[in-house]
């Protein structure tokens, strides 16, 4: 069976080497998070984010909108955050509704600001191999393997998913030559004629394309390490709640194939807003120097 890759834990180290830094510093890192409409994951969400901040040390706002509000209204919010010096990072928590264009709001986040690392300034650094802020998602999966002691370079890395959020980001960041990186990349997506063939000859497989147990234990090398980036929700009758989450990864299966394999939930999910939080804290250094 494949060794468990811990995030939970990794993630209160982490956690554990901030709060120090924390404590040290001479301003007091703020992160405002701006909250639209009531999606019930979305509440979930900010609300450990903002109990992860509080044990920090790190002064954490939620700001929340009506589903209603304009992106006028929203654009005007995030021109007040971005001017207010106390605030030293911003989120906007997704999914937007409809009638508000996603791509206009990330990229009035000042960069400066930026945690998420979704502004066009900051995702072009990120392709230069230039310091930025890296999306939360990627910095945590690539912090897992480093943290693991998962050889990286050299190795073939395959992504399945495409998303701006985490399958690109991570292309850019494997790819890079870096100690930590450096490594062949490929990409699958939708348009992948043959999946399998493809997974079957990752070092390093990330599963981040969102469909229930999509990646067989069958499409898994031997002694491969496997990341799981998805969460899902499916029916469960014998379950209390009426549901269970899994990831993109079948894991019973695939952990008899790998040599070591991410859990769901307990992986990546922690490791996310740990880098947030360590997003925020370089936000508030780099306040200090400006």
Do not use: W
């Amino acid at each position: 069976m494949a060794n468990l890759i811990d995030g939970k834990k990794i993630a209160m180290d982490i956690q554990a080497e901030l709060k120090i830094i924390v404590k040290d510093l001479k301003v007091v890192p703020c992160l405002a998070v701006v909250l639209v409409g009531e999606n019930p994951a979305s509440q979930v969400y900010v609300r450990s984010k903002a109990r992860t901040a509080n044990d920090l040390g790190v002064k954490s706002e939620t700001i929340y909108l009506p589903k209603e509000t304009t992106e006028l209204e929203l654009l005007e919010q995030i021109s007040k955050l971005n001017n207010d010096d106390s605030v030293h990072a911003i989120l906007i928590q997704l999914p937007l509704p409809a009638q508000i264009k996603e791509g206009t709001i990330l990229n009035a986040v000042s960069p400066k600001k930026d945690v998420d690392g979704f502004h066009a300034v900051n995702r072009g650094k990120l392709l230069i191999g230039e310091d930025t802020f890296i999306p939360c998602t990627p910095a945590g999966v690539q912090e897992m393997l480093v943290r693991s002691h998962v050889e990286i370079p050299g190795k073939h890395v395959v992504i399945v998913g495409r998303s701006k959020i985490v399958g690109l980001p991570l292309a850019t960041m494997f790819a890079q030559k870096h100690k930590h990186a450096n490594a062949t990349v490929t990409v699958c997506h939708t348009g992948t004629a043959d999946l399998t063939a493809i997974t079957l000859q990752a070092d390093i497989l990330i599963a981040a394309i969102g469909k229930p147990e999509a990646i067989k234990g069958s499409m898994v090398k031997e002694g491969a390490v496997v990341i799981d980036v998805g969460i899902n929700r499916v029916e469960e009758p014998s379950s209390e709640k009426g549901y269970k989450l899994v990831g993109d990864v079948e894991f019973d299966e695939t952990a008899k194939h790998a040599s070591a394999i991410s859990p769901v939930p307990g992986g990546v999910g922690p490791m996310t807003i740990a880098m947030l939080m360590k997003n925020t804290v370089k936000a508030a250094q780099n306040s200090m120097r400006q």
